[in-house]
C-alpha cells in the first residue's frame, strides 16, 4: 500500500461545479498535511496547509480526518484557470524532512 | 518571496556522461531536496539534506549522488547517466517549523540519449 494515495482522475467537471479529492495516508503519525497546485509544465506551488479544524481560502476548503487518515480538498464554483493537478502532501516530521507526495489528482474544467 | 534556482530548464546528455544538477536556495533553509516527477509515478524522493554537509537517501538514491558544501547550494550527481533517469528533476527547500512550507525550483528537464 502506498504511503499516500490520490485518486489520479482526471476528473472533468463543467464551470461552476463543486468538485472534491481525497488522498489518504497510512502514517498516523503523520504531522502535517498540504496541498499543492501544478500546472502543466511547472513546478508545484503551495495551494493551502490543512488543519486539524479545517480551513477556507475563497472557494478552497481542506478538511482534516485523523481518525480515518485522509485530506480533502473541496472546490466550489469551479472555474477554468482551476485546472491543474493537486498534490496531496504529508510530512511526518519537519526535522527528518520525510516528506511524502501523492500522485496528484488532475482536475480539467470545462466550459 | 523564497526564490529556489536550478541551474537548467533542459539538459540533453549522452548515456555515460556525468551529470550535474545545481540548486540554490537564497532564504537559509535547512532542509533541501531532490525530486524526480515521472508521468504516472508522481514525485519520488531521491536525496534530501538538513543540514550542512549532511545528506539522507530517499526513496529511489540508486545512480544518484548529492552535495551540500554549503546551506543554500544542493547539488545532485548523476556519476553515469543512464537513459533510464530521463525525468523531470525537481530542487526543493523547506521553511522550519511543523508547518513548513516546500518551495520548489522551475524543474531540470534531463533527456539521456
Known amino acids: 500500500r502506498k504511503e499516500v494515495e490520490q485518486d489520479p482522475g482526471p476528473f472533468n467537471v463543467p464551470e461552476g461545479a463543486t468538485v472534491a479529492f481525497n488522498c489518504t495516508y497510512s502514517n498516523s503519525a503523520s504531522q502535517s498535511f498540504f496541498w499543492y497546485r501544478q500546472d502543466c509544465r511547472k513546478e508545484p506551488k503551495l495551494l493551502m496547509s490543512?488543519?486539524?479544524s479545517g480551513n477556507e481560502d475563497g472557494r478552497f476548503t481542506a478538511q482534516l480526518n485523523r481518525a480515518s487518515q485522509y485530506i480533502s480538498l473541496l472546490i466550489r464554483d469551479s472555474k477554468l484557470s482551476d485546472s491543474a493537478t493537486y498534490l496531496c502532501?504529508?510530512?511526518?516530521?519537519?526535522?527528518?524532512?520525510?516528506?511524502?507526495f501523492g500522485q496528484g489528482t488532475t482536475l480539467q474544467v470545462k466550459p | 518571496d523564497v526564490k529556489v534556482t536550478q541551474s537548467s530548464r533542459y539538459l540533453v546528455k549522452r548515456t555515460g556522461e556525468k551529470v550535474f544538477l545545481e540548486c540554490v536556495q537564497d532564504m537559509d533553509h535547512e532542509n533541501m531536496f531532490w525530486y524526480r516527477q515521472d508521468p504516472g509515478l508522481g514525485l519520488r524522493l531521491i536525496y534530501f539534506s538538513y543540514d550542512v554537509k549532511m545528506k539522507e537517501k530517499g526513496d529511489i538514491p540508486e545512480g544518484y549522488s548529492v552535495s551540500r558544501e554549503k546551506k543554500e547550494r544542493f547539488s545532485l550527481i548523476l556519476e553515469s547517466a543512464s537513459t533510464n533517469q530521463t525525468s523531470m528533476y525537481l530542487c526543493a527547500s523547506l521553511t522550519s517549523g511543523v508547518a513548513g512550507e516546500l518551495f520548489f525550483g522551475e524543474g531540470s528537464r534531463l533527456t539521456v540519449l
Open positions: 490543512v488543519y486539524s
Open positions: 502532501v504529508v510530512i511526518l516530521s519537519s526535522n527528518t524532512g520525510k516528506l511524502i
